[in-house]
């Protein structure tokens, strides 16, 4: 549950970040979308500023022509030439006047050009800077989107395995219940016939099986992976307690009786698989779980070392108990005996 409050906050952060990322690209993209609008107003009042700068220079430019050839002397008689130097400074006055208007007018349309072309490579800078920004922060959007993702599929895993370890848990627990309650009855049994004076079903190898701690055969070769008593998981960090211990063997190795004793019980429960549960004396119970086939029946005599069946993948949860009260199996079995 922890870890799912934290992946949801992970999330939620996530998401405002794409969130926000969102709202600066829609307001990017309408920035965008204004500016190509006033690029392109620009482009036309820039394409016609450049068309009125060549109708009102190629005027200009035809009357210094005209100014210039007009004022050029030609070979004429005296009175002609009288003549036409009084039409020539008539006409240099109303040319020169023409010309200064024509420059005036020219000025303010180069001016006019000049300020649309700045106003125009301004727009297209401003563009071209804020579709970079829109793409760092698509860039953002993409990987902030992708990573929010990234943790609703954790998310998804850690509710799965929430489910798996709720359910294990339960398991275990009702499990370890049943199975201290089925203790609990082959225990009543054998106080009920001991106080009836019936003969025991097997012979006592010392009469004190206490004697046995510390010297007790392993009940399949292998490695310790699961220890008694408390502990807290890795993931879930719950803690939860092992009556028991957990070899690991071989697949399909032989599984065998630590002591002597006769077989109170076989049969199958969730969280335990196929299991054998071996009544020795004074009160003393050994239950071997996990096996792939079981090789003895309810109330057959076993030996120490007699084989019980075989392991499924090798796993074999042993437990040792006094009455209903769990034992250290580590405290009672031989030190060498485990790999």
């Given at each position: 549950k922890s870890v799912e409050k934290g992946v949801l906050r992970e999330i939620s952060d996530y998401e405002q970040r794409a969130n926000m990322s969102k709202t600066v690209l829609n307001r990017l993209n309408r920035q965008l979308s204004s500016l190509r609008n006033d690029i392109g107003g620009s482009r036309f009042r820039l394409d016609s500023t450049e068309n009125l700068y060549l109708s009102t220079r190629q005027p200009y430019l035809g009357n210094l022509e005209y100014y210039y050839s007009g004022t050029q002397s030609r070979r004429h008689t005296?009175?002609?030439?009288?003549?036409?130097?009084?039409?020539?400074?008539?006409?240099?006055?109303?040319?020169?006047?023409?010309?200064?208007?024509?420059r005036a007018e020219l000025s303010q349309v180069e001016n006019l050009l000049s300020g649309t072309e700045a106003e125009y490579a301004a727009l297209v800078d401003e563009?071209?800077?804020?579709?970079?920004?829109?793409?760092?922060?698509?860039?953002e959007y993409a990987i902030v989107t992708s990573q929010k993702q990234q943790k609703e599929k954790d998310l998804t895993m850690v509710r799965r395995k929430k489910e798996r370890e709720t359910d294990r848990l339960i398991t275990l627990s009702e499990a370890a219940q049943q199975m201290e309650d089925l203790v609990m009855r082959l225990e009543k049994a054998r106080q009920d016939r001991e106080r009836s004076n019936r003969a025991s079903q097997f012979r006592f190898e010392t009469g004190n099986f206490i004697s046995y701690r510390g010297g007790m055969p392993a009940p399949v070769t292998g490695k310790i992976i699961e220890s008694y008593g408390w502990k807290t998981d890795k993931i879930t960090y719950l803690k939860s307690f092992s009556p028991g211990i957990e070899i690991k063997g071989k697949k399909g190795a032989t599984v065998s009786s630590v002591a002597a004793g006769v077989v109170a019980y076989t049969g199958s429960m969730r969280g335990y698989g196929n299991f054998v549960i071996v009544e020795h004396e004074d009160g003393y119970y050994t239950t071997y779980a996990g096996f792939g086939s079981i090789f003895v029946v309810s109330n057959q005599i076993v030996n120490r070392g007699d084989r019980l069946g075989t392991s499924t993948d090798g796993k074999i949860r042993f437990e040792l108990r006094l009455g209903r009260q769990s034992l250290d199996p580590v405290e009672w079995i031989r030190i060498d005996a485990f790999d």
């Open positions: 005296f009175g002609d030439m009288l003549r036409e130097q009084h039409d020539a400074i008539l006409k240099t006055i109303y040319l020169r006047t023409l010309a200064t208007h024509d563009e071209k800077m804020v579709g970079n920004v829109k793409k760092q922060k698509s860039r």
